[in-house]
């Protein structure tokens, strides 16, 4: 079975930290681009960080750059998103998603996980 399980959410105030992982299984992402997204209540889904395992390039949404941070452990099959100096705003559930053609984007994404919450309170 093809498995993409996001865990790491939970409750944080303002300017504290989580980080979150993405556990692979059923496949390997070392063919793969794979990308962290976030829904916020009543929000579209947006992209937020992708990176691409073939040559460990990185990508982030200008609203997110300088604070968090992809990275991945091969070994592990495991993505990670280090978040830090979160804001209110950031809260949304988070979501990882692996796609084959080593790009991130919102709708060409080939696995999803079911998402991860993450409230930060003000």
């Known amino acids: 079975e093809v498995q993409l399980v996001e865990s790491g959410g939970g409750l944080v105030q303002a300017g504290g930290s989580l980080r979150l992982t993405c556990a692979a299984s059923?496949?390997?992402?070392?063919?793969?681009?794979v990308g962290w997204f976030r829904q916020a209540p009543g929000k579209e889904r947006e992209g937020v960080s992708c990176?691409?395992?073939?040559?460990?390039?990185?990508y982030y949404e200008d609203f997110v750059k300088g604070r968090f941070t992809i990275s991945s452990d091969n070994a592990k099959n495991t993505v990670y998103l280090q978040m830090n100096s979160l804001k209110p705003e950031d809260t949304a559930v988070y979501y990882c998603?692996?796609?084959?053609?080593?790009?991130?984007?919102?709708?060409?994404?080939?696995?999803w996980g079911k998402g991860t919450l993450v409230t930060v309170s003000s």
């Open positions: 059923g496949f390997t992402l070392d063919d793969y681009a």
């Open positions: 990176i691409r395992r073939s040559d460990g390039g990185t």
């Open positions: 998603a692996a796609a084959r053609n080593y790009y991130c984007s919102l709708r060409g994404m080939d696995y």
